[in-house]
């Protein structure tokens, strides 16, 4: 071969490298990212981060579609292992910088698996917004397993805010759709929400049967976090009918699946199902250990209803043994953590309720819009009979218009007035819980930004249930307008003030610093007067949990601090200021 030829062939040769490297390398992706999401169903969650690490570190050579199912991979294992907050980020980010690049598919892949991370964080708006906008990309999608999964959280959403109708109508459209799919793993999270769904509407024994198939089919699937959490419930139902051999069988079963797993909350779950089945079996000391290992964790994620329920068996423990005082201290803090449970309650009512309403003003828009163009229609044709019904069908017009515009201004006025309602605490005039807390946000944004310091407080009015029982809650009414007008006196534009449960009260100071808002609030606690009733002269006093904003703080972590600051001003003697360390600790 000549020379020529030779350098020819090396030529060709070179180009053809060229192209088939990038081919090669984009199935070598494909390849580890399917390998990421296989050991995500089937494996702990920190076998498929190590390959999940690589591939973060390949990502400005992945393609849009490939770079979202990576990050769907990645917030889904930060979720998994407890920084829900985390996993929601990177999502909300995904959607800003490529959701226009995706396809419909991964884009509802991407707002299911955010919804489901906002409802495990009882951020209910959130919630609604991503499943009000998934379920809008249902046309476009045609895999019926995607749907299923859209319609499993639509009814687990739907169960939390007590529409339990609509909760079981959508579990059914979501077994439907994963077994027209043929999508075991989608039919095994279907069958288990399903079984959720049954048991907020108390159907005991279609729950049982739903579980014993939901278990077959997880097995199938080898989805062994959801597995767990069909053991979890099977034992649970054995328990409260009973059998507790079998419970025991399925709950002890369900909690080596999730600690192997590494799941955060299913384990913490798993052991709350453990203790009251010791509690059952008799086996009072070791309940109690149960108990008391997941105070602090509840208190931390914010689970006021699991809270509740241990600090009563606790409380039930404590007066067999004769201890009263520590039986008042249990009694006093479920008092507390139910009616922090409450106003979740009806922060998720009026997330739906406030959806609803919007639903139905634009089904009014549309049908006024549809009634104005009927009527152009009838002019049209008045207009080609004769003058005297061009006149008659003219003057008809203006008058249907001029009710059609009324109609409309009526229903925008409601609806700035439902808004109204729904941003404001209707006795003491505040920011209600959550426009307090999209005030509160967009400041710690702000905070981060510009370098500043920020504060957030959280006051609760002791023994208010006790004084509402003794002196009737027209006085009580009278307190909360009272403390509620001195803490817009005290702080006025320079902070954001907030009523935000029941007798407790939220302030985020921005631009103070820890020695500043306690000085602040000490001020405060001297501008507190008596309230007086007759000739009577009643003392008010409140606890205080605060924490300073750390760099790099979200809202939901400086929360929980502030709550576990509160939560031992409560239940150390109330009547104080507790300052939260900077870790939360």
Same mark, same amino acid.
């Given at each position: 071969?000549?020379?020529?030829?030779?350098?020819?062939?090396?030529?060709?040769?070179?180009?053809?490298?060229?192209?088939?490297?990038?081919?090669?390398?984009?199935?070598?992706?494909?390849?580890?990212?399917?390998?990421?999401?296989?050991?995500?169903?089937?494996?702990?969650?920190?076998?498929?981060?190590?390959?999940?690490?690589?591939?973060?570190?390949?990502?400005?050579?992945?393609?849009? /579609?490939?770079?979202?199912?990576?990050?769907?991979?990645?917030?889904?294992?930060?979720?998994?292992?407890?920084?829900?907050?985390?996993?929601? !980020?990177?999502?909300?980010?995904?959607?800003?910088?490529?959701?226009?690049?995706?396809?419909?598919?991964?884009?509802?892949?991407?707002?299911?698996?955010?919804?489901?991370?906002?409802?495990? #964080?009882?951020?209910?708006?959130?919630?609604?917004?991503?499943?009000?906008?998934?379920?809008?990309? &249902?046309?476009?999608?045609?895999?019926?397993?995607?749907?299923?999964?859209?319609?499993?959280?639509?009814?687990?959403?739907?169960?939390?805010?007590?529409?339990?109708?609509?909760?079981?109508?959508?579990?059914?459209?979501?077994?439907?759709?994963?077994?027209?799919?043929?999508?075991?793993?989608?039919?095994?999270?279907?069958?288990?929400?399903?079984?959720?769904?049954?048991?907020?509407?108390?159907?005991?024994?279609?729950?049982?049967?739903?579980?014993?198939?939901?278990?077959?089919?997880?097995?199938?699937?080898?989805?062994?976090?959801?597995?767990?959490?069909?053991?979890?419930?099977?034992?649970?139902?054995?328990?409260?009918?009973?059998?507790?051999?079998?419970?025991?069988?399925?709950?002890?079963?369900?909690?080596?699946? #999730?600690?192997?797993?590494?799941?955060?909350?299913?384990?913490?779950?798993?052991?709350? /199902?453990?203790?009251?089945?010791?509690?059952?079996?008799?086996?009072?000391?070791?309940?109690?250990?149960?108990?008391?290992?997941?105070?602090?964790?509840?208190?931390?994620?914010?689970?006021?209803?699991?809270?509740?329920?241990?600090?009563?068996?606790?409380?039930?423990?404590?007066?067999?043994?004769?201890?009263?005082?520590?039986?008042?201290?249990?009694?006093?803090?479920?008092?507390?953590?139910?009616?922090?449970?409450?106003?979740?309650?009806?922060?998720?009512?009026?997330?739906?309720?406030?959806? !609803?309403?919007?639903?139905?003003?634009?089904?009014?828009?549309?049908?006024?819009?549809?009634?104005?163009?009927?009527?152009?229609?009838?002019?049209?044709?008045?207009?080609?009979?004769?003058?005297?019904?061009?006149?008659?069908?003219?003057?008809?017009?203006?008058?249907?218009?001029?009710?059609?515009?009324?109609?409309?201004?009526?229903?925008?006025?409601?609806?700035?007035?439902?808004?109204?309602?729904?941003?404001?605490?209707?006795?003491?005039?505040?920011?209600? &819980?959550?426009?307090?807390?999209?005030?509160?946000?967009?400041?710690?944004?702000?905070?981060?930004?510009?370098?500043?310091?920020?504060?957030?407080?959280?006051?609760?009015?002791?023994?208010?249930?006790?004084?509402?029982?003794?002196?009737?809650?027209?006085?009580?009414?009278?307190?909360?307008?009272?403390?509620?007008?001195?803490?817009?006196?005290?702080?006025?534009?320079?902070?954001?003030?907030?009523?935000?449960?029941?007798?407790?009260?939220?302030?985020?100071?921005?631009?103070?610093?820890?020695?500043?808002?306690?000085?602040?609030?000490?001020?405060?606690?001297?501008?507190?007067?008596?309230?007086?009733?007759?000739?009577?002269?009643?003392?008010?006093?409140?606890?205080?949990? #605060?924490?300073?904003?750390?760099?790099? /703080?979200?809202?939901?972590?400086?929360?929980?601090?502030?709550?576990?600051?509160?939560?031992?001003?409560?239940?150390?003697?109330?009547?104080?200021?507790?300052?939260?360390?900077?870790?939360?600790?």
């Amino acid at each position: 071969m000549s020379t020529r030829l030779l350098r020819a062939a090396l030529a060709i040769g070179l180009c053809l490298l060229q192209i088939a490297a990038p081919a090669a390398a984009q199935e070598d992706l494909d390849f580890e990212i399917e390998r990421a999401d296989q050991l995500s169903r089937t494996a702990p969650w920190q076998e498929s981060q190590r390959v999940i690490d690589r591939l973060l570190e390949r990502l400005e050579q992945a393609e849009p /579609d490939q770079r979202a199912k990576i990050l769907i991979l990645y917030a889904r294992n930060l979720a998994i292992a407890g920084d829900e907050a985390g996993g929601l !980020e990177v999502l909300k980010e995904l959607h800003e910088q490529t959701g226009s690049e995706l396809s419909a598919e991964r884009r509802l892949r991407a707002l299911n698996l955010a919804a489901n991370i906002a409802v495990n #964080m009882e951020d209910f708006e959130q919630t609604f917004g991503f499943l009000g906008q998934g379920l809008s990309l &249902h046309s476009e999608v045609d895999d019926p397993g995607l749907r299923s999964e859209t319609f499993s959280l639509a009814a687990f959403f739907h169960s939390q805010a007590g529409e339990i109708p609509l909760a079981l109508d959508y579990s059914w459209r979501a077994v439907a759709s994963a077994r027209e799919a043929g999508d075991v793993s989608n039919e095994c999270a279907a069958l288990q929400r399903l079984a959720l769904s049954q048991q907020a509407a108390e159907q005991d024994q279609a729950q049982a049967e739903t579980l014993v198939e939901a278990l077959t089919v997880c097995e199938q699937a080898g989805f062994r976090v959801v597995l767990a959490t069909v053991k979890l419930g099977l034992g649970d139902l054995a328990r409260r009918t009973g059998d507790l051999e079998q419970a025991g069988e399925q709950i002890e079963a369900g909690l080596a699946v #999730m600690e192997e797993a590494g799941f955060h909350t299913g384990i913490l779950s798993a052991r709350r /199902d453990l203790g009251f089945l010791r509690q059952d079996q008799g086996r009072i000391d070791e309940a109690e250990r149960l108990y008391l290992d997941l105070v602090d964790p509840f208190v931390e994620l914010g689970y006021w209803m699991d809270l509740a329920e241990l600090h009563r068996r606790l409380a039930g423990i404590a007066v067999d043994r004769g201890e009263l005082a520590r039986a008042i201290e249990h009694y006093d803090a479920r008092i507390y953590a139910r009616e922090r449970h409450l106003n979740a309650e009806r922060s998720r009512r009026l997330t739906y309720l406030q959806a !609803e309403f919007d639903a139905h003003r634009r089904e009014q828009e549309i049908a006024l819009l549809e009634e104005r163009n009927q009527v152009m229609m009838l002019e049209r044709e008045a207009r080609a009979r004769q003058t005297l019904l061009y006149v008659f069908g003219t003057v008809a017009l203006a008058a249907i218009g001029l009710l059609l515009l009324v109609l409309l201004l009526r229903t925008r006025a409601e609806r700035r007035k439902f808004r109204r309602l729904a941003e404001t605490d209707g006795l003491t005039g505040l920011n209600n &819980h959550s426009r307090f807390f999209d005030l509160a946000r967009a400041a710690i944004t702000e905070a981060h930004q510009s370098g500043q310091n920020a504060v957030l407080v959280y006051a609760d009015i002791d023994h208010f249930k006790r004084f509402n029982d003794e002196h009737g809650h027209d006085l009580g009414d009278e307190v909360l307008r009272r403390v509620g007008s001195r803490l817009r006196e005290r702080f006025g534009s320079s902070a954001v003030v907030g009523r935000i449960g029941g007798e407790e009260f939220a302030v985020l100071l921005p631009g103070r610093n820890l020695e500043q808002a306690v000085a602040e609030i000490d001020g405060f606690r001297r501008r507190i007067d008596e309230v007086r009733s007759a000739d009577r002269k009643l003392k008010v006093t409140l606890s205080f949990g #605060m924490a300073q904003l750390q760099p790099g /703080d979200r809202l939901s972590v400086l929360r929980q601090r502030v709550d576990r600051a509160l939560y031992q001003a409560k239940t150390s003697g109330r009547d104080q200021l507790v300052l939260a360390s900077p870790t939360g600790t």
